[in-house]
């Protein structure tokens, strides 16, 4: 009963989600499925690790496709680039199941999910400032506003 719930609440927050904060979302589910392939990877689930991957695949394939590069410029060309990257990586960790390459790709979107907070903050200052504590892939917690190296070039 309650997954049917949280669905529910979902699919109403979704309704009511401006783009940024629909964009944000789709973040969370990317790093939710990565949580998910290394949870698969320990226990050595390749079914679920492959299914994960491929949600996490169709994800960015999602966010790149409505990328607008007429109106986007740099930016545009910066978040294609980044996609591009992301992608290559979590391929390389189907090929070469590794949590701790996982745990660096779940980093990487932590920091450029909050960034799209911050974008989302400036837009709709209504926006709660909120930091919340999520547990990582290793099992440790660490805060979603963490500052992170990130490669974009692959």
Known sequence: MSVNIQQSYREAAVRGANRIALVVRLYEQM????????????????????SRIKHALLVIAHLQSTLDFAQGG???????????ALRQNVVWVQFHPSKRAVSQVIT?????????????????????????????????????????QMDWNG
């Open 31 to 50: 790093i939710e499925d990565l949580r998910q392939v290394a949870i698969a990877i320990e226990q050595n689930d390749v079914e679920r690790r492959s």
């Open 74 to 84: 740099k930016v545009a060309q910066d978040l294609d680039n980044f996609y591009n």
């Open 108 to 148: 990487d979107l932590l920091a450029l999910r909050e960034a799209w907070i911050q974008v989302e903050r400036v837009e709709n200052p209504s926006v709660a400032n909120t930091n919340t504590v999520r547990p990582v892939a290793s099992g440790a917690t660490e805060t979603e506003t963490d500052a992170v």
